[in-house]
């Protein structure tokens, strides 16, 4: 994993000591036991909340049958979305140490070991054998993957014939330049942006079949707006964990992100595929 994005991730706003004191706040504290339902305005960090999750396992023909794995899964609260409503089985991949020990220990905490696994591996190298998952989904996590075709071919490979990938990403659209590739790569670590078309290519040559790509641009400019205000209403918290300094630099990340899907040159794409 490149230091970059170990980094990034290990200063991220969204994490599971900031999830736990933002349910703490609601509830008046955390004794007792927690639902999978009270995390679930905390831990989902990608855009589109719960209907995003919940259109990409439509996509993906999730069932309470399927064997699920979630690529880059971060602190897994999809995850938990996706065993907790649709009863099925879920593998959580996530390579950055601590995301994935702290969606275990959150997975712990609501009553869903039995569901959802969180494995520390590389999506770039499965650790699992062929044929072993019904549908593979990943959120917004590519981005930080530069081998991205491994990353789909490994897919293909564990996928039993006739399984789905589904997955959203961060695209390039016309006009984004490089200077601004190279902001985004030292502001929050994208290590490559694909194109809709791009992806669409890489699918083909991974092995898939019905490819499907949907601009998801316009509907995730609001969602922009929404993360900057939610990021600036957390400004205490942030500064209390990570100074005053760290907060400055993500207000200036996303507004400087916000800037550039307002002006079309970044957006966001769904993609699926069939085994």
């Given amino acids: 994993m490149p230091d970059r994005v170990v980094d990034f991730y290990d200063r991220h ?16 504290g955390v004794d007792g036991a927690l639902t999978a339902d009270e995390l679930f305005d905390f831990d989902q960090d990608h855009y589109g909340g719960l209907d995003a999750v919940d259109a990409l396992a439509r996509c993906a023909g999730v069932t309470a049958r399927s064997r699920v794995l979630d690529v880059c899964a971060g602190l897994g609260g999809p ?34 070991a039995g569901r959802v696994a969180a494995i520390r591996g590389d999506a770039t190298a499965l650790p699992f054998a062929a044929g072993a998952f019904d549908a593979c989904l990943s959120q917004e996590a590519l981005l930080h993957v530069e081998p991205k075709l491994a990353v789909l ?16 990403d961060w695209v390039a659209r016309p006009g984004l330049g490089d200077r601004e590739r190279e902001q985004l790569w030292a502001w ?8 809709l078309d791009g992806y669409r290519a890489l699918l083909g040559r991974a092995g898939f079949g019905a490819v499907e ?10 969602i922009l707006r929404a993360r900057l205000a939610m990021f600036r209403a957390m400004r205490a918290d942030t500064v209390a ?11 200036r990340l996303y507004a400087f992100f916000v ?17």
Avoid: N
């Avoid at 706003?13 to 008046?28: F, K, M, T, Y």
């Avoid at 994935?100 to 869903?112: C, I, K, M, Q, S």
């Fill in 13 to 28: 706003p969204i994490s599971e000591a900031q999830v736990l004191a933002a349910v703490a706040r609601r509830r008046g």
């Fill in 79 to 112: 995850a938990r979305f996706l065993a907790s409503r649709r009863g099925c089985r879920v593998v959580g991949l996530e390579l950055h140490p601590g995301r994935a020990a702290g969606g275990a220990r959150l997975t712990r905490l609501v009553g869903l």
């Fill in 153 to 168: 071919a490994e897919c293909h490979r564990v996928l039993v014939p006739g399984g789905r990938l589904a997955f959203t």
């Fill in 188 to 195: 929050m670590a994208a290590t490559t942006l694909q194109t």
């Fill in 213 to 222: 790509a949907e601009d998801l641009s316009d509907a995730w400019r609001p």
């Fill in 241 to 251: 964990r990570l100074g005053e300094a760290r907060f400055g630099e993500y207000d």
């Fill in 259 to 275: 800037d550039l899907v307002e002006a079309g040159k970044l957006g966001g794409g769904r993609f699926t595929a069939t085994r």
